[in-house]
Nanobody, 121 residues
Framework: QVQLVESGGGLVQAGGSLRLSCAAS????????MGWFRRAPGKEREFVSG????????YYADFVKGRYIISRDNAKNTLYLQMNSLKPEDTAVYSC??????????????WGQGTQVTVSS
């Protein structure tokens, strides 16, 4: 079992920034790739960013490239997502997830509950 708890969401004006955190417990965090996903109202969940177990390879969805930065601190079992230049269309519930492998890909094995991010215009 893996437990994931996100924090850091909230309400921010367009152009602002937020930093999401995802605290993991239950397994050896550094063994697994991690990812951030989001689900906007009325839309399907979509991939935002992913990072391999050691942090050496990072992926971003095109719509966040240049604005978001994913990182991880394996010593603290924590995943981060720095979100800059936020837009109203970034409004969504953001969830972290664990891939039960070292590489990003396929369907994650565990999901967090999510944290709401709301960007006002």
């Amino acid at each position: 079992q893996v437990q994931l708890v996100e924090s850091g969401g909230g309400l921010v004006q367009a152009g602002g920034s937020l930093r999401l955190s995802c605290a993991a417990s239950g397994r050896t965090f550094s063994d697994y790739a991690m990812g951030w996903f989001r689900r906007a109202p009325g839309k399907e969940r979509e991939f935002v960013s992913g990072i391999t177990s050691g942090g050496g390879t990072i992926y971003y969805a095109d719509f966040v490239k240049g604005r978001y930065i994913i990182s991880r601190d394996n010593a603290k079992n924590t995943l981060y997502l720095q979100m800059n230049s936020l837009k109203p269309e970034d409004t969504a519930v953001y969830s972290c997830a664990v891939y039960l492998q070292k590489l990003v890909g396929g369907t994650p094995g565990y999901w967090g509950q999510g944290t709401q991010v709301t960007v006002s215009s």
